[in-house]
């Protein structure tokens, strides 16, 4: 078996084992009969599951969208578990974050059903929850503490022990201390969802551009400060655009031309899943399983078609997308504590991806100082979770903006660009 090279900053993963095959051509820069590039209402840069899920719902809303991406759907979108895990993620000091987390997992089966319709594929959305468990005591007492925390804040937890754990899942190990059950915690298939958005953007008539977005191109207006008027591509060409909306994931703020306020400050933080498959005969995990061994995360995630995704490492490694071997023998190793049987499964990728990190672990979703240029990044370790949420937020803010209605309180009111606006790097 080969794993993945060493990587330029600038490559997309390489995977092990699988041939990469999308769905939907990608095309070129749209032209109009005299060749110069078409207007568009929305340009979004980036075709992850942020910008294509934007795209989707923004063409769906009348729009002329267009989005630019060399690869899309094969970043962090590609790599991640499709974990739609708004209580396992809600963590002490992030208590606004996980109210935002649990809004937005409401808006997950509308989404999968309508996705699903306008593409005619399935997203394998399984609402069968999760189960939380501890590999040994002092893993527990962890557990029972986040657990406290959990109740503590309204979320949906149930305490359960050793025997009530195997009996919900019997391939668990004999030796876990027990565990919590999370019945709003389930999962989609995050790779089925990125093929299925850009055949619904194909369907809703958004303009693909296989290209990079080396600019946004921002002048002044009288009276009016900053305006967005489009942006340049790595090719040469320019798009117009009324809106621009920077969805590039951890690259998010190496766009150039965005005034320094409006710079999005994420960063990547590196991780690794392990997709596995059963043997014919192996038996399968019932539902999504995380656990803590150690006082270190692992989860297992079963597909419907007996893949299992095993994830996952959470590095700072900068760009690059090299899978160390010290992290990826920890992860192994856990999760076989806990689930003996995946010696009996084959290993069929090797999946880095790199999570766009903010300074506060929260997305960074809004309107800017410039007119017409929105952000939609910094969605670290629940991009999937929040896509659906994500691309509602931004069409209602260009609707506000278009006065077709008018701005509402909003979840993401805490996760606003402007946070940032005077943040400067530390160290
Ligand atoms: C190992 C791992 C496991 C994860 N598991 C989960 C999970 O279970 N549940 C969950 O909710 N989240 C999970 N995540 C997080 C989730 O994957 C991300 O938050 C989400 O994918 C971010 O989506 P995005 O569209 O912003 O970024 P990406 O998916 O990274 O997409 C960004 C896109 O922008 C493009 N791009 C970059 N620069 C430019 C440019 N200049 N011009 C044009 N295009 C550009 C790239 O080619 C890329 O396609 C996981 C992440 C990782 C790495």
């Known amino acids: ?26 095309s070129h820069v749209d032209r109009g009969p005299t ?6 209402d929305v340009v979004v840069v980036g075709g992850g599951i942020i910008g294509l899920a934007i795209a989707w719902r923004s063409a769906q809303s ?21 974990m739609l895990a708004p209580v396992s ?3 002490f000091g992030e208590e606004v ?5 649990l809004a937005a997992a409401a808006a997950w089966p509308d989404f999968a059903a309508q996705l699903q319709a306008s593409s005619g594929m399935a997203v394998h959305f399984r609402p069968d929850g999760t189960l939380l468990v501890a590999g040994d005591p002092s893993d527990r007492v962890d557990i029972d503490r986040t657990l406290a925390f959990h109740l503590a804040i309204g979320l949906p937890a149930f305490r359960l022990g050793a025997r009530s754990c195997r009996e919900a899942e019997p391939m668990l190990a004999p030796g876990i201390s027990g565990g919590v059950d999370l019945p709003e915690d389930h999962q989609v298939d995050n790779r089925a969802v990125a093929t299925a958005l850009i055949e619904a953007c194909r369907v809703a008539e958004v303009t693909m551009v296989a290209d990079r977005v080396l600019r946004v191109d921002v002048g002044a207006q009288l009276d009016h400060g900053l305006r967005v008027q489009g942006v340049s591509l790595a090719i040469g060409d ?8 920077i969805s590039a994931g951890s690259r998010s703020g190496e766009v150039e031309g965005l005034p320094g306020a409006c710079r999005p400050p994420v960063r990547p933080v590196h991780g690794v899943t392990v997709r596995l498959q059963a043997r014919h005969g192996v038996p399968r995990l019932r539902r999504t399983v995380r ?3 150690h006082g270190r995360s692992c989860y297992l995630v079963p597909r419907d078609d007996g893949g299992l995704v095993l994830g996952a490492t959470m590095e700072e490694r900068g760009s690059t997308l090299d899978v160390p071997f010290g992290g990826l023998a920890e992860l192994l190793s856990d999760a076989r504590r806990i689930v003996p049987a995946l010696d009996e499964y084959s290993v069929i990728e090797l999946a880095p991806g790199l999570r766009p990190g903010s300074p506060d672990n929260g997305p960074i979703v809004g309107t800017t100082a410039v007119h017409g240029l929105l952000l939609a990044t910094g969605h670290f370790r629940n991009g999937v979770l929040l896509a659906p949420a994500t691309a509602d937020e931004v069409v209602g803010l260009l ?12 979840p993401f009111d805490a996760f606003r660009p402007v946070r940032f606006a005077e943040w400067e790097p530390q160290g």
């Open 1 to 26: 078996m080969e794993f993945p090279p060493s990587s330029h900053p600038c490559a997309t993963p390489t995977w092990v084992g699988t041939t990469v095959t999308a769905a939907v051509a990608w």
């Open 291 to 293: 656990a803590l061994v």
């Open 35 to 40: 060749g110069v590039s078409k207007h568009h």
């Open 238 to 245: 320019a798009l117009a655009a009324q809106s621009v909306v």
């Open 399 to 410: 609707d506000a903006r278009d006065d077709r209605t008018t701005v509402r309180p909003s």
């Open 89 to 91: 993620e809600a963590h």
């Open 62 to 82: 009348g729009r002329h969208v267009a989005v630019v991406d060399p690869d899309p759907g094969k970043g962090a979108t590609w790599a991640a578990a499709g």
């Open 97 to 101: 974050l996980a109210a935002l987390n």
